[in-house]
């Protein structure tokens, strides 16, 4: 894959699609200044005026000559810009045709319309950013739930990239120590050296290795905490899916088997995004529909992190519960007891007592009474058990960085087995090199065009 030519000043719409209060267009490169000065009226020559400044103006079409709109021009010199290159940024009005009109005439000016994710890529290219932070850029815009949000903005920030960026330096020291005995590779290398070598290695390990496993909270930050709602029949998913949410998002009859399709939403709960799930259930399906609905179930529970399994209390369920609880075996869940409404006090004091192990939700989706209960148990089972509650900034949300730490940490495991065995010291630095190139790649010390095409291709543009 190539990548679109640097030397072009490029230029988008970065505001997202539609009408708004203000619309923002981006110009960056070389010609960024030239362009403005052609296409915008202003009372400053924009090629002498201060950096990090704000202009008043009116756009003018490159080829009418009319006033496309007034505007205020931000104009940020290289390398102090979002992209590390002379950038001009133009609050419009926020109608998407005049924003189109002032875009047209930054193109019949010259600049090119900018790719997906370009503006990013020039503040890596130009050094402004490293990879792990131009990925963050992408992350931080889409990052549901406070946690992922603050993890996105440390990395943004250079946080995980020093702390990755150190134990490379390590990596290189250790390797510098590797490399002075490869000179004289008959030698026995002296069993303190040895026994210190070893020891740096195991410290080195031990940081990516913690690294590594960070990426278990790391990946129920990014995706969110997967909570479908199960049970028989009839017995008030979608209605309770619809009182969480407190709106009527999915649809509701007497009828059972309503539900087919999977329908999921997802809300904030101990800052981090909670994606609950309606869902046909388990059951036997009648026809084809059907079962790819108890399908699509399935596999909802197969990736749960906790599973709300819903039961009709007029069912008077404690067997079918039992049964169910067997199905759900190693897996988080709350079992609620729906329909209250519909029984005494009595009643339901008796069947609290008999599913007392299993510690049931007492509710009515109906009324909403006791689902604010759930939604608080819900914060606590979060809370308790998942590894969320230390959000810190070495923490691994990007799933090609868990790759590469792993990578580090098996060649790691393979240097040190070889120096343990007193090997040959050529092959443990070469192993010691591939682990210094995986955390290189993660930086994007070492990359290529297919990866940054890649990565790149996932922004939106104007971004
Ligand atoms: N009285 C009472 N009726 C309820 C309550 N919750 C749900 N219902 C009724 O139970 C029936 C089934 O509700 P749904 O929410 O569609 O149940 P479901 O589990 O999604 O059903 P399927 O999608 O068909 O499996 C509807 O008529 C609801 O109005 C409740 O708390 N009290
Ligand atoms: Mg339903």
Not at 107 to 120: L, N, V
Not at 171 to 180: H, M, T
Not at 353 to 362: F, H, K, N, T, W
């Amino acid at each position: 894959m190539t990548l679109p030519d640097s030397d072009d000043t490029i230029v988008a719409i970065s505001t997202p699609p539609g009408h708004g209060g203000i619309g923002v267009i981006r110009i960056s490169g070389k010609q960024a200044f030239t362009i403005a000065n052609t296409i915008i009226d202003t009372t400053v020559n924009i090629i002498d005026i201060k950096s990090h400044t704000i202009h008043h103006g009116y756009v003018r079409g490159a080829q009418s000559g009319s006033i496309t709109d007034e505007v205020l021009v931000a104009v940020l010199r290289a390398p102090s810009s979002s992209t590390g290159e002379d950038v001009i940024e133009i609050s419009a009005h926020g109608n998407p045709q005049i924003l189109k009109r002032i875009v047209g005439s930054a193109i019949d000016s010259g600049a090119r319309q900018a790719a997906a994710g370009e503006f990013t890529m020039r503040a890596f290219l130009s050094g402004r950013f490293d990879l792990v932070q131009a990925e963050s850029v992408a992350d931080l815009i889409a990052a549901e739930g406070a946690a992922f949000q603050q993890v996105a903005l440390y990395q943004l920030s250079g946080k995980l990239s020093g702390y990755i960026g150190s134990i490379r330096a390590q990596l290189l020291d250790i390797g510098a120590l590797f490399e002075a005995y490869t000179d004289f590779p008959d030698e026995e290398i002296p069993q303190q050296q040895q026994a210190e070598l070893l020891a740096k290695l195991d410290d080195v390990t031990a940081s990516l290795s913690r690294l590594a496993s960070s990426y278990r909270r790391g990946e129920i930050i990014r995706a969110g905490v997967q909570i479908p709602i199960v049970g028989p029949p009839n017995a008030g998913k979608s209605s309770l899916f619809n009182a969480i949410l407190a709106e009527e998002r999915a649809i509701v009859t007497e009828i059972p088997g309503t539900t087919r399709d999977t329908i999921a939403e997802k809300i904030e709960i101990e800052g981090i995004a909670v994606r609950f799930v309606d869902t046909a259930g388990l059951r036997e399906a009648a026809n084809q529909i059907e079962a790819a609905g108890v399908e699509r179930s399935r596999r909802e529970i197969d990736a749960a992190n906790l599973v709300i399994a819903v039961f009709d209390v007029t069912d008077r369920p404690v067997e079918m519960i039992q049964s169910a609880l067997f199905d759900l075996l190693g897996k988080y869940f709350i079992v609620v007891l729906n329909k209250i409404d519909l029984v005494s006090a009595s009643d339901v004091a008796c069947l609290d007592y008999e599913l007392g192990d299993c510690q049931p939700i007492l509710l009515s989706a109906k009324t909403l009474v006791g689902v604010d209960k759930l939604v608080a148990r819900v914060a606590s089972v979060i809370r308790e058990s998942m590894p969320i509650s230390s959000v810190d900034a070495n923490t691994l949300t990007n799933r090609r960085h868990f790759v590469a730490v792993q990578n580090a940490v098996r060649s790691l495991t393979e240097a040190r087995a070889k120096l343990e065995q007193g090997d040959n010291f050529e092959l443990m630095a070469f192993d010691l090199r591939q682990a210094t190139n995986n955390l290189e790649e993660i930086l994007g010390k070492i990359t290529t065009d297919d990866l940054l095409a890649e990565i790149f291709s996932r922004f939106c543009i104007g971004k």
